[in-house]
């Protein structure tokens, strides 16, 4: 493939009214690998959704900043790389990452709580595991999001999958986005 083709409490009143909601988020954020998988695999729900991160160089990027291409998105790294694990993955310390890959690559970042919406609307599980000492690994699924030009869900890659096919996946999309 060519390097062209690449989110207070006031009153009781307020708290019985978000209680639904805190807890459809809560459920999704408890929901594991495997329930996530069927989700995707089955398209049963919607996927993809607003977000508001920062990228390596510190330019805030929304979701709107990739409309009229096609958009390969990964939470981990690498794509449209979107970092789990904030509390390391600085602005700073993404630049320098990147550039280890590919110039065009672009990584995002951003406070716990916005990764975790971004993390909630793409179905991406992600848990914090101890290690020894202050140490800890961020244990993720590996999904390649392949989203629209206008930024809907077309499908995921798994873990594993070779490039030339996701190229023949891609290859189709990006010629026809070419055609007068």
Same mark, same amino acid.
């Given at each position: 493939? @060519?390097?062209? @083709?690449?989110?207070?409490?006031?009153?009781?009143? *307020?708290?019985?009214?978000? *209680?639904?909601?805190?807890?459809?988020?809560?459920?999704?954020?408890?929901?594991?690998?495997?329930?996530?998988?069927?989700?995707?695999?089955?398209?049963?729900?919607?996927?993809?959704?607003?977000?508001?991160?920062? %990228? =390596?160089?510190?330019?805030?990027?929304?979701?709107?900043?990739?409309?009229?291409?096609?958009?390969?998105?990964?939470?981990?790294?690498?794509?449209?790389?979107?970092?789990?694990?904030? %509390?390391?993955?600085?602005? #700073? =310390?993404?630049?320098?990452?990147?550039?280890?890959?590919?110039?065009?690559?672009? *990584?995002?970042?951003?406070? *716990?709580?916005?990764?975790?919406?971004?993390?909630?609307?793409?179905?991406?599980?992600?848990?914090?595991?101890?290690?020894?000492?202050?140490?800890?690994?961020?244990? =993720? @699924?590996?999904?390649?999001?392949?989203? %629209? #030009?206008?930024? #809907?869900?077309?499908?995921?890659?798994?873990?594993?999958?070779?490039?030339?096919?996701?190229?023949?996946?891609?290859?189709?999309?990006? #010629?026809?986005? =070419?055609?007068?």
């Amino acid at each position: 493939m @060519s390097a062209r @083709s690449t989110g207070a409490l006031i009153a009781l009143g *307020a708290l019985l009214c978000l *209680a639904p909601a805190w807890l459809r988020a809560q459920e999704e954020l408890e929901r594991s690998a495997s329930e996530l998988m069927d989700v995707l695999m089955w398209n049963r729900e919607p996927v993809g959704g607003p977000f508001t991160l920062v %990228d =390596h160089t510190g330019t805030q990027r929304t979701e709107a900043d990739f409309r009229g291409k096609l958009l390969l998105l990964y939470f981990g790294f690498q794509p449209l790389f979107v970092t789990l694990d904030p %509390d390391r993955d600085t602005p #700073q =310390h993404l630049a320098n990452y990147v550039t280890l890959f590919h110039p065009r690559l672009i *990584a995002l970042t951003g406070d *716990a709580r916005s990764i975790r919406r971004a993390a909630l609307a793409y179905k991406v599980y992600y848990a914090k595991v101890p290690r020894t000492g202050d140490d800890y690994t961020v244990d =993720h @699924s590996g999904y390649i999001y392949l989203m %629209d #030009q206008a930024g #809907q869900y077309l499908g995921f890659f798994p873990p594993g999958t070779p490039p030339d096919r996701m190229a023949d996946v891609i290859r189709p999309l990006v #010629q026809g986005a =070419h055609r007068p």
